[in-house]
Nanobody, 126 residues
């Protein structure tokens, strides 16, 4: 069964850090552009960051620029999102998503991503 699985979420204090991981089961992530999205209670899903297939091309939402870092390890079939300087406004469920091949450019549009994980909760306490 092909699926994406996020991990690494948790409860952290303001200013703290977390590293989220996205693993692919039954699918080779190196063939996909991968994005991270988040959704807070009562709010629409928000794009956070994306990375192209070889990891050279990355893009960030304004809210993530300078604080979050997306990266990938194609040998391990993993994509990561390092979260630093966390604020209460970062509290959300974070999802990783993969675009269908052959696209190799990042996108901030959720409908461009065909495969989604179940999400991991990040809670930032003040």
């Amino acid at each position: 069964q092909e699926q994406l699985v996020e991990s690494g979420g948790g409860l952290v204090q303001v200013g703290g850090s977390l590293t989220l991981s996205c693993a692919a089961i039954g699918r080779t992530l190196r063939s996909h552009v991968v994005g991270w999205f988040r959704q807070a209670p009562g709010k629409e899903r928000q794009w956070v960051a994306a990375i192209n297939k070889n990891g050279v091309g990355v893009e960030y939402a304004d809210s993530a620029e300078g604080r979050f870092t997306i990266s990938r390890d194609n040998e391990k079939n993993m994509v990561y999102l390092q979260l630093n300087s966390l604020q209460p406004g970062d509290t959300a469920v974070y999802y990783c998503a993969a675009r269908s091949p052959p696209y190799d450019f990042t996108s901030d549009y959720g409908a461009d991503y065909a495969y989604w994980g179940q999400g991991t909760q990040v809670t930032v306490s003040s």
